[in-house]
C-alpha cells in the first residue's frame, strides 16, 4: 500500500452570497486569474496564482451548497468552508480513517482524475484530500449513496475525536 503523505495546501474554498463581489475582488484587488472551473451544479469560480501553470488556490461558490440552514452564505471565518490538500495514498488514508474510527466521504472531481476524501478534525474545519487518481493503486472512490461527498451536507460528529490514538 502507498503511503500516506500530505504534499501542501491544494486550496481553501470560500463561501459567497455575492459571487460576482467577490470574483472581483479577488480578481480585480488581488490580481488572481481566473480559470476553468467544473460543472459542479451551483454557481462558483477557480482563482489562480498569475503565473505560468499557477494552480487554483481559492474556490468560491455560492448559492445551493454554500447556503446555511437560514438560507444565506456565511459571513466571515465561518464563510471558509474547508481546506483542501494535495496528497497521495488514497487508501492509506482510508485505511487511517477506519484505524481512528472516523466517518469520511469521498468524491471524485467532475471530468478530471482527481480522487478527493473529506473528513473533519476535532474542531469541525472540515478537510478535502486531493490525489491525482491516475498515480493511486487501489480501488476508486466509493461513490454509493453512503460514502459519497454531498456539498452543503455536514456529517461531523465531534464525539468520536476523542477516540483517536496516537
Excluded at 45 to 67: D, E, Q, S, T
Excluded at 126 to 131: G, R, S, W
Aim: charged fraction near 15%.
Amino acid at each position: 500500500m502507498t503511503a500516506a503523505v500530505v504534499h501542501g495546501l491544494f486550496h481553501a474554498a470560500i463561501k459567497t452570497a455575492d459571487l460576482n463581489a467577490t470574483r472581483r475582488f479577488y480578481t480585480g484587488v488581488l490580481g488572481l486569474l481566473e480559470i476553468a472551473r467544473p460543472d459542479f451544479g451551483y454557481p462558483g469560480a477557480w482563482l489562480a496564482c498569475p503565473h505560468p501553470g499557477g494552480a487554483a488556490i481559492i474556490h468560491i461558490y455560492a448559492g445551493g451548497p454554500a447556503l446555511g440552514t437560514d438560507g444565506h452564505a456565511p459571513m466571515g471565518s465561518a464563510a471558509i468552508d474547508h481546506l483542501s490538500l494535495a496528497c497521495s495514498g488514497y487508501a492509506a488514508f482510508r485505511a487511517r480513517f477506519i484505524a481512528h474510527g472516523l466517518d469520511w466521504r469521498e468524491f471524485v472531481v467532475p471530468g478530471t482524475a482527481l480522487w478527493q476524501l473529506f473528513v473533519y478534525d476535532p474542531s469541525g474545519v472540515q478537510l478535502e484530500l486531493t490525489f491525482n487518481g491516475e498515480a493511486e493503486a487501489g480501488p476508486p472512490p466509493d461513490l454509493s449513496d453512503a460514502r459519497r461527498y454531498v456539498a452543503g451536507a455536514g456529517f461531523f460528529d465531534p464525539s468520536t475525536y476523542s477516540l483517536i490514538q496516537p
